[in-house]
């Protein structure tokens, strides 16, 4: 059987660490990415780091054509599928865009997959389906639902996904719903690099903590929580990482053991939550990263920002049962080892 995998938006903050998980693992990664939100210098980095150069092809996967030439080449395994657009207020402001490229393209990719008989699939979903959960650990039975372009992109997907698995059983398609991912790989020299001023708290942090933004404004000090601050699922980019070997090796256990008569035996459409279980406050967060850090993070309390809920966190058994995957690394790893990735590359991939 083949190693190959088909890495969508492989050049990003998520795909990068996970090409070199998988390298680990003894898979092969070919990488496909229109670069909408990355740079090739990850890449050579991502090359640099596994001793190895990664194959890169340039491409939309709104691009059939080029998705067949890449299908018509090579023979693969699967395809994790990371290449999306996923700013929240961006997504409200051009919706068009969002489902055109998150939604349209998937159908794309899916649509060239099967002409290929490929038919193994892990998509990068978001702890944003549930929307504000009615309780919590979120497990994957909890009610679906969501507020912004984005998120319905991504729930739209999941739908695509269950109706194509319904239609064709040969299909394996796995969501991982990730929670709050953050930190970057130990060497720091792969990370996070926002484009403009980040929307999320940890980039936020560590560009106060570097000097480049002044003030952190936190959202909101009235949350039913331990503080007052928001509560979330903070999970090491590594462990995420991690996370789709291990749905790969499920899926190739799978595919391996099967016998001709067992066909109807696919996984179908399998939501897993790939998070650690454990709520974590804005404020403890900025407190531990001060701590590992020695870095004070200058911070005020605003108000709260809309369409953010109070709490989520994940109940990670389905990962753990299933995939026999869990979470290892810390809070203060996921902070020291992003102000490593950040102190030694202030202006991320632009900084040599
Ligand atoms: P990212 O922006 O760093 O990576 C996405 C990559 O996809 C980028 O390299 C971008 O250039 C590429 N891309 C976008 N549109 C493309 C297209 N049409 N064709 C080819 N390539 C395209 O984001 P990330 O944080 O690594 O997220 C990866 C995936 O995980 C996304 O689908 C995102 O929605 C999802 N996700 C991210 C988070 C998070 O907080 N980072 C949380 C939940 C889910
Ligand atoms: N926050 C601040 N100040 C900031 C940024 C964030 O106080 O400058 C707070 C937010 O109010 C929230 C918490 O920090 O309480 C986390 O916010 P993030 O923006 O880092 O993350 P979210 O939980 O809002 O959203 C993230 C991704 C979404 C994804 C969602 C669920 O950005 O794409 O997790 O997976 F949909």
Known sequence: MTNKILVTGGAGYIGSHTCIALHETGYEVVVYDNLSNSSREAINRVSTLIGQTIEFIEGDIRDAEMLRQVFTSREFFGVIHFAGLKAVGESVAKPLLYYNNNVSGTINLLEVMAEYNIKNLVFSSSATVYGDPESLPIDENSPRSCTNPYGQSKLTVEHILEDLAVSDDSWNLVALRYFNPVGAHSSGQIGEDPNDIPNNLMPYISQVAVGKLKKLSIFGDDYPTIDGTGVRDFIHVTDLAQGHVSALNYLEQLTSSR?????????????????????????ELVNAFT?????????????????????CYASA??????????????????????????????SGYNSH
């Open 317 to 346: 058994d389905k990962a753990k049962t299933l995939l026999g995957w869990q979470a290892e690394l810390s809070i203060a790893d996921m902070c020291q080892d992003t102000w490593r990735w950040q102190s030694q590359n202030p």
């Open 259 to 283: 016998s001709p008569s067992d066909m109807a035996k696919s996984v179908g459409f399998l939501p897993i939550n790939l998070g650690t279980g454990k709520g974590t406050s804005v404020l």
């Open 291 to 311: 701590e590992v850090t020695g870095r004070d993070i200058p911070h005020q309390f605003t108000g709260r920002r809309a369409g953010d809920i109070a709490s």
